[in-house]
């Protein structure tokens, strides 16, 4: 028997219709079905049905690839880049992911600790990147940026990305960072509105380490964590991010060329 946890949006499921369809579907093949809100889910299950867009899957892609879970992306959302199904077709690819008949795509992650007068303050694991920024109606911030130990820039700006090759077609693209396919193993840093005009992304391996100190004593500086998670930064922190141990493991029924997705997805958010 399968053990399938469900995980569903319901911004974007608001009568629940659609999430009680998927159970009932799944309850009627013989699946066990998880919709705990805890980390029972993640420990039970064989793999994760995630009803929503890519916000919802980058929530659950930290916490699967604690416990090595296997993530299918359902879009509810609008562009989707990380879903791997449209609602048309959740049936059909729930049936062959429950048959077992789809590949893992295994995906960087980042690992980002926040150092505050030589300790460690907070430590996260993202998919997608981790940003530095000022806030709405703060000056421009300095961060003094090294790679292994070796001095970059202090860049002065509205903020830093640093962004996994499965970040680079998220905030990073927006800041005109680089497109990466998501199998090549690096880490984009790109400057937020940089105040100069020589300032651009950098690309650096997947074991560097980047260490960001803060320069600025603004109270409005916030570290955030693929979008989802905040921390308020102050001068003489120092922000850590180099490769993390663990994985998001996404399901993909059809492996469809990246280059055809990126086309499709990129079309799309211009009309």
């Known amino acids: 028997m399968k053990r399938v946890g469900i995980v569903a949006n319901s911004q974007k499921d608001k009568d629940g219709k659609i999430t009680m369809s998927c159970i009932n579907w799944l309850q009627k093949e013989g699946c066990l079905v998880i919709t705990a809100d805890d980390e029972s889910l993640y ?3 064989d793999f994760i049905v995630v009803l929503g867009g890519d916000g919802t899957i980058l929530n659950v892609a930290r916490k699967a ?7 299918l992306g359902i879009n509810m959302g609008r562009l989707g880049f990380l879903a791997e199904v449209e609602l048309k077709d959740m049936y059909r690819s729930l049936k062959m992911a429950i048959e077992g008949n789809y590949t893992i795509d295994s995906r960087m992650m980042l690992e980002c600790k926040l ?6 303050l907070q430590e996260y694991h993202s998919l997608n990147d981790v940003v530095i920024t000022r806030g709405a109606f703060s000056r421009v911030i300095r961060l003094k940026t090294y790679v292994d130990g070796e001095f970059v820039n202090t860049y002065s700006a509205d903020g830093l990305i640093i962004s996994s090759p499965t970040g680079s077609t998220a905030y990073s693209l927006s800041a005109g960072g680089p497109i990466v396919r998501p199998d090549v193993p690096l880490i984009i840093v790109t400057p937020i509105c940089p105040h100069s005009l020589h300032n651009r992304s950098i690309i650096v391996s997947a ?3 980047i260490d960001v100190d803060i320069l600025d004593s603004n109270l409005d500086i916030m570290l ?3 979008g989802q998670i905040g921390y308020k930064l102050t001068k003489g922190d120092v922000v850590t991010i180099n490769r993390s141990k663990y994985q998001s493991k996404l399901i993909r029924i059809e492996k469809r060329p990246f280059f055809e997705v990126l086309r499709s997805k990129l079309s799309e958010r211009n009309q």
Do not use: A, H, N, Q
Not at 65 to 71: C, D, N, Q, R, T
């Open 43 to 45: 420990l039970k299950s």
């Open 65 to 71: 690839s604690v416990f090595e879970k296997p993530i």
């Open 115 to 120: 150092m505050r007068k030589g300790r460690i």
């Open 207 to 209: 074991d560097s380490r």
């Open 224 to 226: 955030t964590i693929d």
